[in-house]
């Protein structure tokens, strides 16, 4: 085996498991937030939380694969994504306080840029293999956010759609560990 191809395998292991969880905290935090987002005004302090947590598991998420990949051209891209789930983060908790329109506006914002982070990342390692997912997922990012911008925009107050963002945002992450698998194992 090369240097590149264990390089390779190293890199794609650790996307494998942290897709994997990505997956898991995405279902498990879509179920929490139409749960509570239903039943509670959008300054209720659970739904701030659910709000606040979604960009900061983002964030740790970018930092974990930043520290796998950190010899890999993408590494400048994460970045950039840790500093937006960290403005994304301050910022839906500000929002939060103005109320639902708000942080469907912060949402989509933070839903726009991340997506165009993703799909640059997911295109600059499509060669490790499992990257079409998050091409897609990135670019739907992109298209999502705009209707989230949107909807806020013209007042909407529904959040229980930021739990169908994320559960889909969870299958493409759950799609892309399954066909890094071949890549692991090299």
């Known amino acids: 085996m090369t240097t590149t191809e264990r390089a390779t395998s190293t890199v794609a292991s650790s996307l494998r498991r942290l897709y994997f969880f990505r997956f898991g905290f995405a279902v498990l935090w879509a179920i929490a937030l139409a749960a509570t987002a239903a039943a509670l005004p959008v300054v209720a302090p659970a739904v701030v939380v659910l709000l606040v947590l979604y960009p900061v598991v983002d964030l740790a998420a970018a930092v974990w694969d930043h520290r796998s990949s950190r010899d890999t051209k993408p590494a400048r891209a994460l970045v950039v994504n840790m500093v937006l789930s960290l403005l994304a983060a301050i910022g839906l908790g500000i929002a939060a306080v103005s109320g639902a329109p708000a942080v469907l506006v912060v949402w989509g914002a933070w839903a726009i840029t991340a997506g165009a982070v993703q799909l640059v ?66």
């Open 121 to 186: 990342l997911a295109v600059a390692r499509r060669r490790m293999g499992g990257q079409w997912p998050m091409i897609l997922s990135g670019g739907i990012s992109v298209l999502a956010g705009a209707g989230f911008v949107s909807q806020g925009l013209s007042g909407g107050t529904g959040l229980t759609s930021l739990a169908g963002y994320a559960v889909l945002g969870g299958i493409f992450f759950l799609v892309s560990a399954l066909r890094l698998r071949r890549a692991a194992s090299l």
